[in-house]
T-cell receptor
Framework: GENVEQHPSTLSVQEGDSAVIKCTYS??????FPWYKQELGKRPQLIID?????GEKKDQRIAVTLNKTAKHFSLHITETQPEDSAVYFC?????????????FGKGTHLIIQP | KAGVTQTPRYLIKTRGQQVTLSCSPI?????VSWYQQTPGQGLQFLFE???????NKGNFPGRFSGRQFSNSRSEMNVSTLELGDSALYLC?????????????FGPGTRLTVT
C-alpha cells in the first residue's frame, strides 16, 4: 500500500515569513494529493489539492508543488499570519479511487511566532 | 449547504462493549469514508462506502465494521472494545468514488474506552 512521509514534524516561523512542508509518497499510481489543516479540537479542513496532471497550484497565500518523478509534493505558505498556526496533513490517493482511501502523513505542527 | 455531521460527539464506553457511530454526509454526496485519528498513529483509513457498498477497507481487525444506507448516511460499529480503540473517529464525504474526489470531514466522535 501507499506510504506517505511528512517533514518536518514541527515548524516554527516568524509572522510574515514563508513556511514549507514537504511530503514524499511511495506508490507511483497515486495521482491525487490534498492538504488538510486541523486546528486544535476541530475537524481537518481541506485547504488545497493537486492532481498529477499539473505541477503547481496556487490559491492566494497557499501553493502546492508536485514532482511526480521524485514522488514528492510540498505545501508553501507565504506571508504567514497567526491564524495559520495549526497542524497540517498531506495525503495521497491512487488513480483508481484508492484501494486504501487517503493515506496521510503524520502531520506538521506549524507555529507562527508573533 | 450543511456540512458533514457526526453523532454522538463524545462517547465513553467500557472494555468489551460495542459502539455505533453515525455520519450524515453533505447533501448530494454519495461516498462516505471513515478514519481513526490517534496521537501515535495519526489519521488511518478504516473503510469507504459508495452507494451502500463497501469499496475499500483499511488494515483494521474485523471488530470494525460499517454500513451505508440508501440516503448515503453511514454507520460504523466497533465490537468488543479495547483500550486501544480510544480515538477520534472521523468520517468524510465526497461526491463520488470512481476517481479521487475532494473529501470533507465531519467534526468527529471522540471515543474513550475505560
Amino acid at each position: 500500500g501507499e506510504n506517505v512521509e511528512q517533514h518536518p514534524s514541527t515548524l516554527s516561523v516568524q509572522e510574515g515569513d514563508s513556511a514549507v512542508i514537504k511530503c514524499t509518497y511511495s506508490d507511483s499510481a497515486s495521482n491525487y494529493f490534498p492538504w488538510y489543516k486541523q486546528e486544535l479540537g476541530k475537524r481537518p479542513q481541506l485547504i488545497i489539492d493537486i492532481r498529477s496532471n499539473v505541477g503547481e497550484k496556487k490559491d492566494q497565500r497557499i501553493a502546492v508543488t508536485l514532482n511526480k518523478t521524485a514522488k514528492h509534493f510540498s505545501l508553501h505558505i507565504t506571508e504567514t499570519q497567526p491564524e495559520d498556526s495549526a497542524v497540517y496533513f498531506c495525503a495521497a490517493r491512487d488513480s483508481g479511487g484508492g484501494a486504501d482511501g487517503l493515506t496521510f502523513g503524520k502531520g506538521t505542527h506549524l507555529i507562527i511566532q508573533p | 449547504k450543511a456540512g458533514v455531521t457526526q453523532t454522538p460527539r463524545y462517547l465513553i464506553k467500557t472494555r468489551g462493549q460495542q459502539v455505533t457511530l453515525s455520519c450524515s454526509p453533505i447533501s448530494g454526496h454519495r461516498s462516505v469514508s471513515w478514519y481513526q485519528q490517534t496521537p501515535g498513529q495519526g489519521l488511518q483509513f478504516l473503510f469507504e462506502y459508495f452507494s451502500e457498498t463497501q469499496r475499500n477497507k483499511g488494515n483494521f481487525p474485523g471488530r470494525f465494521s460499517g454500513r451505508q444506507f440508501s440516503n448515503s448516511r453511514s454507520e460504523m460499529n466497533v465490537s468488543t472494545l479495547e483500550l486501544g480503540d480510544s480515538a477520534l473517529y472521523l468520517c468524510a464525504s465526497s461526491f463520488g468514488s470512481t476517481s479521487p474526489y475532494e473529501q470533507y470531514f465531519g467534526p468527529g466522535t471522540r471515543l474513550t474506552v475505560t
